[in-house]
Protein backbone atom coordinates (compact mmCIF):
# COMPACT_ATOMS: atom_id res chain seq x y z
CA UNK A 1 0.00 0.00 0.00
CA UNK A 2 1.46 3.68 -0.84
CA UNK A 3 -0.13 6.55 0.55
CA UNK A 4 2.10 9.06 -1.12
CA UNK A 5 1.44 11.80 -1.88
CA UNK A 6 2.09 13.92 -5.25
CA UNK A 7 3.50 17.13 -5.32
CA UNK A 8 0.50 18.67 -6.46
CA UNK A 9 -1.76 16.88 -3.85
CA UNK A 10 0.50 17.99 -1.17
CA UNK A 11 0.85 21.70 -1.98
CA UNK A 12 -2.73 21.43 -2.12
CA UNK A 13 -3.59 20.01 1.01
CA UNK A 14 -0.86 22.68 2.49
CA UNK A 15 -2.99 25.60 0.60
CA UNK A 16 -5.91 24.16 1.83
CA UNK A 17 -4.70 24.09 5.83
CA UNK A 18 -3.60 27.81 5.20
CA UNK A 19 -7.21 28.74 3.78
CA UNK A 20 -9.04 27.01 6.56
CA UNK A 21 -6.51 28.46 9.22
CA UNK A 22 -6.58 32.41 7.77
CA UNK A 23 -10.19 32.35 6.27
CA UNK A 24 -12.62 30.12 8.16
CA UNK A 25 -11.48 29.22 11.80
CA UNK A 26 -11.54 33.18 12.98
CA UNK A 27 -15.01 33.46 11.45
CA UNK A 28 -16.35 30.14 13.80
CA UNK A 29 -15.90 32.37 17.43
CA UNK A 30 -18.16 35.37 15.25
CA UNK A 31 -22.14 34.66 16.09
CA UNK A 32 -23.12 36.85 12.55
CA UNK A 33 -20.88 33.92 11.18
CA UNK A 34 -24.03 31.99 11.56
CA UNK A 35 -27.63 31.28 10.45
CA UNK A 36 -30.76 30.03 12.92
CA UNK A 37 -29.71 26.14 11.88
CA UNK A 38 -25.83 26.68 13.65
CA UNK A 39 -24.45 26.36 10.37
CA UNK A 40 -22.72 28.80 8.27
CA UNK A 41 -24.23 31.99 7.08
CA UNK A 42 -25.37 31.90 3.84
CA UNK A 43 -23.97 35.08 2.33
CA UNK A 44 -20.80 34.45 3.86
CA UNK A 45 -20.50 31.12 2.66
CA UNK A 46 -20.64 32.58 -0.67
CA UNK A 47 -18.36 34.73 -0.59
CA UNK A 48 -15.57 32.07 0.84
CA UNK A 49 -16.66 29.72 -1.69
CA UNK A 50 -16.02 32.26 -4.36
CA UNK A 51 -12.55 32.37 -3.00
CA UNK A 52 -11.82 29.22 -2.34
CA UNK A 53 -12.46 28.34 -5.99
CA UNK A 54 -10.48 31.14 -7.32
CA UNK A 55 -7.50 29.91 -5.59
CA UNK A 56 -8.13 26.43 -7.12
CA UNK A 57 -9.52 24.43 -4.18
CA UNK A 58 -12.74 23.20 -5.27
CA UNK A 59 -14.94 20.19 -5.95
CA UNK A 60 -11.74 18.05 -5.74
CA UNK A 61 -13.60 15.42 -6.42
CA UNK A 62 -14.20 15.85 -9.63
CA UNK A 63 -11.93 15.12 -13.20
CA UNK A 64 -9.75 17.61 -14.33
CA UNK A 65 -12.17 18.84 -17.39
CA UNK A 66 -14.49 19.28 -14.95
CA UNK A 67 -12.31 21.02 -12.19
CA UNK A 68 -10.90 18.37 -9.96
CA UNK A 69 -8.63 15.82 -11.10
CA UNK A 70 -7.69 14.45 -7.47
CA UNK A 71 -7.77 10.45 -6.66
CA UNK A 72 -8.84 8.68 -3.19
CA UNK A 73 -5.78 9.09 -1.74
CA UNK A 74 -5.96 12.60 -2.42
CA UNK A 75 -8.97 13.11 -1.57
CA UNK A 76 -8.52 11.41 2.02
CA UNK A 77 -5.62 14.11 2.64
CA UNK A 78 -7.14 17.28 1.54
CA UNK A 79 -10.93 16.70 3.26
CA UNK A 80 -8.72 16.20 6.36
CA UNK A 81 -7.52 19.41 6.49
CA UNK A 82 -10.74 20.85 5.18
CA UNK A 83 -13.01 19.87 8.64
CA UNK A 84 -10.16 21.52 10.13
CA UNK A 85 -12.96 23.69 10.39
CA UNK A 86 -16.73 23.06 11.81
CA UNK A 87 -17.25 25.54 8.15
CA UNK A 88 -14.63 24.22 6.25
CA UNK A 89 -16.48 21.15 3.56
CA UNK A 90 -18.83 23.18 2.47
CA UNK A 91 -16.32 25.79 1.37
CA UNK A 92 -14.72 23.87 -0.73
CA UNK A 93 -17.85 22.02 -2.52
CA UNK A 94 -16.56 18.87 -1.03
CA UNK A 95 -19.76 18.53 1.58
CA UNK A 96 -22.05 15.49 1.88
CA UNK A 97 -24.81 15.73 0.23
CA UNK A 98 -23.29 17.46 -2.46
CA UNK A 99 -20.01 15.53 -2.75
CA UNK A 100 -21.54 11.82 -3.33
CA UNK A 101 -23.94 12.82 -5.65
CA UNK A 102 -21.48 14.65 -7.74
CA UNK A 103 -19.33 11.59 -7.62
CA UNK A 104 -22.05 9.06 -8.36
CA UNK A 105 -23.40 11.31 -11.54
CA UNK A 106 -20.04 11.91 -12.76
CA UNK A 107 -19.22 7.92 -12.63
CA UNK A 108 -22.72 7.02 -14.48
CA UNK A 109 -24.92 9.69 -15.53
CA UNK A 110 -25.21 10.09 -19.68
CA UNK A 111 -23.32 13.01 -20.96
CA UNK A 112 -26.67 15.07 -21.43
CA UNK A 113 -27.77 13.76 -17.54
CA UNK A 114 -24.17 15.41 -16.39
CA UNK A 115 -24.36 18.93 -18.03
CA UNK A 116 -28.00 18.90 -16.84
CA UNK A 117 -27.87 17.53 -13.62
CA UNK A 118 -24.46 17.78 -12.84
CA UNK A 119 -22.59 20.35 -13.94
CA UNK A 120 -24.83 23.43 -11.94
CA UNK A 121 -23.80 21.17 -8.42
CA UNK A 122 -19.86 21.42 -9.57
CA UNK A 123 -20.47 25.31 -10.25
CA UNK A 124 -21.98 25.63 -6.48
CA UNK A 125 -25.53 27.18 -8.68
CA UNK A 126 -27.18 24.62 -7.08
CA UNK A 127 -27.31 22.06 -3.81
CA UNK A 128 -28.23 18.07 -4.51
CA UNK A 129 -30.00 15.56 -1.67
CA UNK A 130 -30.26 11.86 -2.29
CA UNK A 131 -33.58 10.69 -1.16
CA UNK A 132 -33.72 6.68 -0.04
CA UNK A 133 -34.88 6.66 3.63
CA UNK A 134 -38.50 6.52 4.32
CA UNK A 135 -39.99 6.31 8.10
CA UNK A 136 -41.01 2.55 9.19
CA UNK A 137 -41.84 0.17 7.89
CA UNK A 138 -39.92 1.18 4.75
CA UNK A 139 -36.68 1.56 3.57
CA UNK A 140 -33.45 2.07 6.11
CA UNK A 141 -30.42 -0.15 6.37
CA UNK A 142 -31.89 -2.44 3.61
CA UNK A 143 -33.19 -0.25 1.03
CA UNK A 144 -33.06 -3.20 -1.68
CA UNK A 145 -35.89 -5.45 0.69
CA UNK A 146 -38.23 -2.49 2.52
CA UNK A 147 -38.64 0.11 -0.31
CA UNK A 148 -42.18 1.07 -0.33
CA UNK A 149 -42.19 4.42 -2.17
CA UNK A 150 -43.44 3.28 -5.93
CA UNK A 151 -41.86 4.71 -9.44
CA UNK A 152 -44.70 3.76 -11.96
CA UNK A 153 -44.47 3.66 -15.64
CA UNK A 154 -47.08 5.15 -17.87
CA UNK A 155 -45.24 5.83 -21.54
CA UNK A 156 -41.83 7.68 -21.00
CA UNK A 157 -43.21 9.08 -17.72
CA UNK A 158 -42.70 7.55 -14.25
CA UNK A 159 -45.33 8.55 -11.57
CA UNK A 160 -43.93 8.36 -7.74
CA UNK A 161 -45.93 8.01 -4.89
CA UNK A 162 -44.49 7.53 -1.10
CA UNK A 163 -42.81 9.02 1.73
CA UNK A 164 -39.17 9.77 2.28
CA UNK A 165 -37.55 11.37 5.93
CA UNK A 166 -34.24 12.18 7.08
CA UNK A 167 -33.13 13.57 3.67
CA UNK A 168 -30.19 15.97 4.17
CA UNK A 169 -30.23 19.35 2.45
CA UNK A 170 -33.82 18.49 1.01
CA UNK A 171 -35.15 21.92 2.22
CA UNK A 172 -32.26 24.30 0.56
CA UNK A 173 -31.70 21.40 -2.85
CA UNK A 174 -32.74 21.79 -6.43
CA UNK A 175 -31.20 18.75 -7.61
CA UNK A 176 -32.87 15.28 -6.22
CA UNK A 177 -31.33 11.77 -6.68
CA UNK A 178 -34.36 9.50 -5.75
CA UNK A 179 -34.43 5.96 -5.23
CA UNK A 180 -37.96 4.04 -5.61
CA UNK A 181 -39.41 0.63 -6.16
CA UNK A 182 -40.20 0.13 -9.54
CA UNK A 183 -40.12 -4.28 -9.73
CA UNK A 184 -41.45 -6.33 -7.03
CA UNK A 185 -38.22 -9.21 -7.94
CA UNK A 186 -35.61 -8.98 -4.64
CA UNK A 187 -32.66 -6.90 -5.74
CA UNK A 188 -34.23 -5.58 -8.65
CA UNK A 189 -36.96 -3.85 -7.11
CA UNK A 190 -35.32 -0.22 -7.39
CA UNK A 191 -35.00 2.12 -10.12
CA UNK A 192 -32.87 5.59 -9.32
CA UNK A 193 -34.28 8.52 -11.31
CA UNK A 194 -32.94 13.12 -10.77
CA UNK A 195 -35.78 15.92 -10.54
CA UNK A 196 -35.87 18.99 -9.96
CA UNK A 197 -37.53 20.95 -6.84
CA UNK A 198 -39.92 22.95 -9.02
CA UNK A 199 -41.48 19.79 -10.87
CA UNK A 200 -45.17 19.61 -9.35
CA UNK A 201 -46.49 16.37 -7.26
CA UNK A 202 -43.85 16.73 -4.61
CA UNK A 203 -43.36 18.63 -1.01
CA UNK A 204 -40.99 19.02 2.08
CA UNK A 205 -44.04 18.04 5.05
CA UNK A 206 -41.64 18.92 7.09
CA UNK A 207 -37.74 19.80 8.62
CA UNK A 208 -37.25 17.42 11.38
CA UNK A 209 -35.67 18.56 14.75
CA UNK A 210 -32.44 17.01 15.35
CA UNK A 211 -30.00 16.81 18.12
CA UNK A 212 -27.02 18.43 16.49
CA UNK A 213 -26.31 21.52 14.28
CA UNK A 214 -28.00 20.89 10.86
CA UNK A 215 -26.85 20.33 7.20
CA UNK A 216 -27.79 22.83 4.81
CA UNK A 217 -31.32 22.41 4.39
CA UNK A 218 -31.98 20.23 7.32
CA UNK A 219 -33.14 16.74 7.39
CA UNK A 220 -36.62 16.56 5.97
CA UNK A 221 -39.70 14.34 5.35
CA UNK A 222 -40.85 14.21 1.96
CA UNK A 223 -43.97 13.23 0.65
CA UNK A 224 -44.54 12.30 -3.28
CA UNK A 225 -48.47 12.35 -4.25
CA UNK A 226 -47.89 11.89 -8.09
CA UNK A 227 -44.42 13.20 -9.38
CA UNK A 228 -43.35 12.67 -13.20
CA UNK A 229 -40.15 11.97 -14.13
CA UNK A 230 -39.03 11.49 -17.63
CA UNK A 231 -37.92 8.69 -18.28
CA UNK A 232 -34.65 10.57 -19.93
CA UNK A 233 -34.07 11.47 -16.18
CA UNK A 234 -33.56 7.63 -15.00
CA UNK A 235 -29.87 6.93 -13.85
CA UNK A 236 -28.64 3.77 -15.42
CA UNK A 237 -31.50 0.95 -16.81
CA UNK A 238 -34.85 0.39 -14.73
CA UNK A 239 -34.15 -2.28 -11.76
CA UNK A 240 -30.35 -0.67 -11.31
CA UNK A 241 -31.35 1.24 -8.45
CA UNK A 242 -28.87 -0.49 -5.65
CA UNK A 243 -26.03 0.09 -8.33
CA UNK A 244 -26.95 3.41 -8.51
CA UNK A 245 -26.57 3.03 -4.42
CA UNK A 246 -23.77 1.58 -3.86
CA UNK A 247 -21.56 3.30 -6.44
CA UNK A 248 -22.45 6.50 -4.61
CA UNK A 249 -22.06 5.14 -1.30
CA UNK A 250 -18.96 3.22 -1.13
CA UNK A 251 -16.87 6.54 -1.62
CA UNK A 252 -19.54 8.52 0.09
CA UNK A 253 -18.74 6.76 3.47
CA UNK A 254 -15.11 7.32 2.68
CA UNK A 255 -15.46 10.63 2.49
CA UNK A 256 -17.07 11.53 5.63
CA UNK A 257 -14.44 9.67 7.74
CA UNK A 258 -11.90 11.81 5.72
CA UNK A 259 -14.14 14.75 7.12
CA UNK A 260 -14.69 13.28 10.49
CA UNK A 261 -10.80 12.69 11.10
CA UNK A 262 -9.97 16.51 10.84
CA UNK A 263 -13.14 17.64 13.55
CA UNK A 264 -11.68 14.89 15.62
CA UNK A 265 -8.00 16.08 15.23
CA UNK A 266 -9.30 19.78 15.62
CA UNK A 267 -10.90 19.10 19.44
CA UNK A 268 -7.79 17.91 20.44
CA UNK A 269 -6.20 20.50 19.07
CA UNK A 270 -8.68 23.05 21.29
CA UNK A 271 -8.13 20.83 24.59
CA UNK A 272 -4.13 20.89 24.05
CA UNK A 273 -4.90 24.43 23.85
CA UNK A 274 -6.53 24.73 27.01
CA UNK A 275 -4.29 21.60 29.17
CA UNK A 276 -0.92 23.92 27.86
CA UNK A 277 -2.35 26.98 29.46
CA UNK A 278 -4.34 25.40 32.70
CA UNK A 279 -2.59 24.96 35.58
CA UNK A 280 -4.01 23.06 38.78
CA UNK A 281 -2.06 21.80 41.88
CA UNK A 282 1.35 23.54 40.96
CA UNK A 283 1.64 22.16 37.23
CA UNK A 284 0.20 22.80 33.67
CA UNK A 285 -2.60 20.20 33.31
CA UNK A 286 -0.64 19.03 30.07
CA UNK A 287 2.29 18.07 31.79
CA UNK A 288 0.17 15.52 34.01
CA UNK A 289 0.27 11.86 33.37
CA UNK A 290 -3.54 11.29 33.31
CA UNK A 291 -4.47 13.99 31.03
CA UNK A 292 -1.27 12.95 28.29
CA UNK A 293 -3.03 9.09 28.98
CA UNK A 294 -6.27 10.98 27.31
CA UNK A 295 -4.63 12.98 24.94
CA UNK A 296 -2.60 9.29 23.69
CA UNK A 297 -5.50 7.46 23.73
CA UNK A 298 -7.12 10.06 21.17
CA UNK A 299 -4.83 10.86 19.22
CA UNK A 300 -3.86 6.39 18.29
CA UNK A 301 -7.22 6.28 17.78
CA UNK A 302 -7.52 9.03 14.74
CA UNK A 303 -4.24 7.48 13.77
CA UNK A 304 -5.26 4.38 13.49
CA UNK A 305 -8.48 5.60 11.65
CA UNK A 306 -6.21 7.74 9.68
CA UNK A 307 -4.40 4.32 8.24
CA UNK A 308 -8.26 2.81 7.97
CA UNK A 309 -9.47 5.53 5.76
CA UNK A 310 -5.56 5.56 3.55
CA UNK A 311 -5.93 1.60 2.93
CA UNK A 312 -9.70 1.40 1.69
CA UNK A 313 -8.64 4.79 -0.48
CA UNK A 314 -5.83 3.26 -1.88
CA UNK A 315 -7.79 0.25 -2.71
CA UNK A 316 -10.51 2.39 -4.10
CA UNK A 317 -8.20 3.84 -6.93
CA UNK A 318 -6.68 0.12 -7.72
CA UNK A 319 -10.18 -0.27 -9.04
CA UNK A 320 -11.40 -2.53 -6.10
CA UNK A 321 -14.90 -1.89 -4.35
CA UNK A 322 -12.84 -2.05 -0.99
CA UNK A 323 -16.28 -2.90 1.10
CA UNK A 324 -14.87 -4.34 3.96
CA UNK A 325 -11.89 -1.93 4.38
CA UNK A 326 -14.92 0.86 3.73
CA UNK A 327 -17.04 -0.90 7.18
CA UNK A 328 -14.17 -0.98 9.19
CA UNK A 329 -12.79 2.69 8.59
CA UNK A 330 -16.75 3.70 8.89
CA UNK A 331 -17.14 1.59 12.41
CA UNK A 332 -14.01 3.01 13.75
CA UNK A 333 -13.62 6.78 12.12
CA UNK A 334 -17.34 7.17 13.89
CA UNK A 335 -16.65 5.84 17.22
CA UNK A 336 -12.97 7.88 16.87
CA UNK A 337 -14.76 11.32 16.60
CA UNK A 338 -17.33 10.55 19.33
CA UNK A 339 -14.17 9.90 21.76
CA UNK A 340 -11.84 12.72 20.74
CA UNK A 341 -14.61 15.11 21.40
CA UNK A 342 -15.46 13.34 24.57
CA UNK A 343 -11.79 13.55 25.50
CA UNK A 344 -11.39 16.94 24.65
CA UNK A 345 -14.35 17.81 26.64
CA UNK A 346 -13.17 16.62 29.62
CA UNK A 347 -10.21 17.72 29.59
CA UNK A 348 -11.55 21.51 29.01
CA UNK A 349 -13.66 20.62 31.78
CA UNK A 350 -16.55 23.23 31.96
CA UNK A 351 -15.62 25.52 29.68
CA UNK A 352 -15.48 22.02 27.40
CA UNK A 353 -19.34 21.86 28.33
CA UNK A 354 -20.33 25.60 27.09
CA UNK A 355 -20.20 27.37 24.61
CA UNK A 356 -16.92 29.32 24.80
CA UNK A 357 -15.47 26.43 22.88
CA UNK A 358 -16.75 24.58 19.68
CA UNK A 359 -16.76 21.27 21.50
CA UNK A 360 -20.45 21.29 22.72
CA UNK A 361 -21.21 21.60 18.41
CA UNK A 362 -18.73 19.02 17.53
CA UNK A 363 -20.01 16.61 20.46
CA UNK A 364 -23.51 16.82 19.34
CA UNK A 365 -22.89 16.68 15.49
CA UNK A 366 -20.40 13.73 16.22
CA UNK A 367 -23.20 11.45 17.39
CA UNK A 368 -25.01 11.28 14.13
CA UNK A 369 -21.52 9.46 12.77
CA UNK A 370 -22.59 6.09 13.98
CA UNK A 371 -25.86 6.22 12.28
CA UNK A 372 -25.31 8.34 8.83
CA UNK A 373 -24.52 6.35 5.89
CA UNK A 374 -25.39 2.68 7.43
CA UNK A 375 -24.89 2.55 11.34
CA UNK A 376 -21.89 1.05 13.12
CA UNK A 377 -23.81 -2.65 13.52
CA UNK A 378 -24.90 -2.89 9.90
CA UNK A 379 -21.23 -2.61 8.86
CA UNK A 380 -19.81 -4.75 11.43
CA UNK A 381 -22.30 -7.14 10.43
CA UNK A 382 -20.77 -6.45 6.56
CA UNK A 383 -16.97 -7.42 8.21
CA UNK A 384 -18.09 -10.67 9.93
CA UNK A 385 -20.18 -11.71 6.65
CA UNK A 386 -16.09 -11.39 4.38
CA UNK A 387 -14.80 -13.28 7.70
CA UNK A 388 -17.34 -15.72 7.31
CA UNK A 389 -16.34 -16.31 4.08
CA UNK A 390 -13.27 -15.72 3.54
CA UNK A 391 -11.92 -17.33 7.11
CA UNK A 392 -7.94 -16.36 7.90
CA UNK A 393 -7.79 -14.48 4.39
CA UNK A 394 -10.06 -11.57 5.73
CA UNK A 395 -6.18 -10.50 6.70
CA UNK A 396 -4.80 -11.03 2.87
CA UNK A 397 -2.16 -8.51 2.50
CA UNK A 398 -3.17 -8.49 -1.22
Excluded at 198 to 225: A, K, N, S, T, Y
Excluded at 366 to 391: P, T, W, Y
Aim: hydrophobic share 40%; charged share 30%; net charge negative.
Amino acid sequence: MDFTLTPEVDETRRNIRAFVADRILPLEDDPASYDEHENIDEALLQTLRAEARAEGLWALSMPVERGGGFNTVGMAACYEEMNRSIFGPVVFNAAAPDDGNMFVLNRIGTEEQKEKWLQPIIEGQVRSAIVITEPHPGAGSDPAGMMKTTAEKKGDTWVVHGRKWFITGADGASHFLLAARTFHELRREMTAFMFHKDQPGWRVERRIPIMGPEEHGGHCELVFDGLEISDENRLLEPGRGMKVIQTRLGTARLTHCMRWLGLAKRALEIADEYVAEREAFGSKLRDRESVQLLQGEAALQIHIGRLLVMNAAFRLDRGEFAKKEISAAKVHVADTLHKAVDTAIQLCGAKGYSKDTKLEWMYRYARQARLVDGASEVHKMVLARNFQEQGIDFWSWD
